[in-house]
Nanobody
Framework: QVQVVESGGGLVQAGGSLKLSCTASGSIISILTMAWYRQAPGKQRELVADITRAGKINYADSVKGRFTISRDNAKNTADLQMNSLKSEDTAVYYC???????????????WGRGTQVTVSS
């Protein structure tokens, strides 16, 4: 059984930094894309950043130049370094991973439960 778990959220002042970590565990053959999403109160969940197994990266315009996504394929982890945080970054941050559990079958999408990030102004 596959699990995706986030850690590293918390309360930080505007202009500060936080690092989120995501770890996938279980019966995993490979992980294709790993991504961070966020959902603020009353808003839809939105993509923050994603990274393919080959290292191709995509960022939301709102976080470009401030956030950095990275991953360790050997450890099945993905980190999100968040700098110059703003109050509008306040949200629950979710990790998503497209994981192949079986040979000759397509990957499945797994979500973590989320971690709260609160930026005080």
């Amino acid at each position: 059984q596959v699990q995706v778990v986030e850690s590293g959220g918390g309360l930080v002042q505007a202009g500060g930094s936080l690092k989120l970590s995501c770890t996938a565990s279980g019966s995993i053959i490979s992980i294709l894309t790993m991504a961070w999403y966020r959902q603020a109160p009353g808003k839809q969940r939105e993509l923050v950043a994603d990274i393919t197994r080959a290292g191709k990266i995509n960022y939301a315009d709102s976080v470009k130049g401030r956030f950095t996504i990275s991953r360790d394929n050997a450890k099945n982890t993905a980190d999100l370094q968040m700098n110059s945080l703003k109050s509008e970054d306040t949200a629950v941050y979710y990790c998503n991973a497209n994981i192949r559990e079986y040979y000759f079958r397509p990957e499945s999408s797994y979500w973590g439960r989320g971690t709260q990030v609160t930026v005080s102004s």
